[in-house]
């Protein structure tokens, strides 16, 4: 089974650039996009209902802002148990179209996109304040017996190698200590960095900025993630990098599992 997660910066967009195309072409079972801006009615009728796949949308109440969509394919292998889920329970969260919760046979899938604390941490607080409770509600899934997926735009670049240029960007949105302990905890509470598995070091980026021919020299950062709970760690087989893929400021990341 494979599952692609990718922040498509404006689902419209991507579309225009080649999205079905290079799903024809990769054929992941589920494929996770984040920063749709869209709501379903917006797009047009092969994005809306691309063929092949079931696809499932959050937006947020704000239009062309935020917005999750979970793709997943007519005869995949994994047997989805019920509509997907898109709420936390806290308004201030949920409004914004961040977390789409989709339940499989052998797991539980968290399509994520977490806020941005802005170049001027105006939005720092909300940020923490949305780790924090996205944490607790994934510990409660963990509590019923779930095993979790949890992907994404975390937004926040965890280790100095995960992005090119650590010591310019400690006091920088995204590197932030505060920002970086929010992953800590989610580690500390037994979720697992799935590319960290297979690939160390630095140079593995998810994420850069469209100034500066910042993409053609490779200095990026990694904030684009698949996190699964411990006891799901012995089904990865591999976690990659699509970093040829184009079409957004971000490219694919891809997560295959033990048939």
Not at 43 to 69: C, I, M, N, Q, T
Not at 154 to 173: C, F, G, M, Q, V
Request: hydrophobic share 35%; with cysteine.
């Amino acid at each position: 089974m494979r599952i692609i997660t990718w922040n498509v910066n404006g689902l419209r967009s991507v579309g225009r650039k080649g999205l079905l195309a290079w799903l024809e072409a990769e054929k992941p079972d589920i494929l996770c996009m984040q920063e749709t801006k869209a709501h379903p009615q917006q797009l047009p009728p092969e994005l809306e209902d691309p063929d092949g796949y079931d696809a499932f949308f959050y937006s947020a109440r704000k239009k062309g802002y935020s917005g999750v969509a979970t793709w997943i394919r007519n005869d995949s292998p994994a047997t989805l148990k019920a509509e997907p889920v898109a709420r936390m329970g806290i308004d201030r969260f949920d409004e914004e179209g961040r977390v789409l919760i989709t339940e499989f046979d052998p797991f539980t899938l968290l399509n994520c996109y977490f806020p941005n604390s802005q170049r001027g941490l105006e939005r720092l607080q909300y940020k923490l304040d949305f780790y924090d409770t996205f944490l607790h509600y994934c510990n409660r899934l963990r509590r019923q017996g779930r095993r979790l997926i949890i992907t994404g735009d975390y937004n926040t670049a965890h280790k100095e190698i995960d992005l090119a240029r650590p010591r310019e960007n400690r006091n920088n949105s995204g590197f932030l200590p505060v920002e970086r302990e929010s992953l800590d905890q989610f580690v500390a509470h037994g979720y697992v960095d799935a590319f960290r598995l297979f690939h160390g070091g630095a140079g593995h980026y998810t994420w850069w900025s469209y100034l500066f021919n910042a993409r053609a020299a490779n200095i990026g950062w990694r904030i684009d993630y698949f996190f699964v709970s411990d006891d799901l760690v012995d089904e990865v087989q591999d976690c990659t990098i699509l970093s040829e893929v184009e079409g957004s400021d971000h490219c694919p990341v891809s997560l295959e599992l033990r048939g």
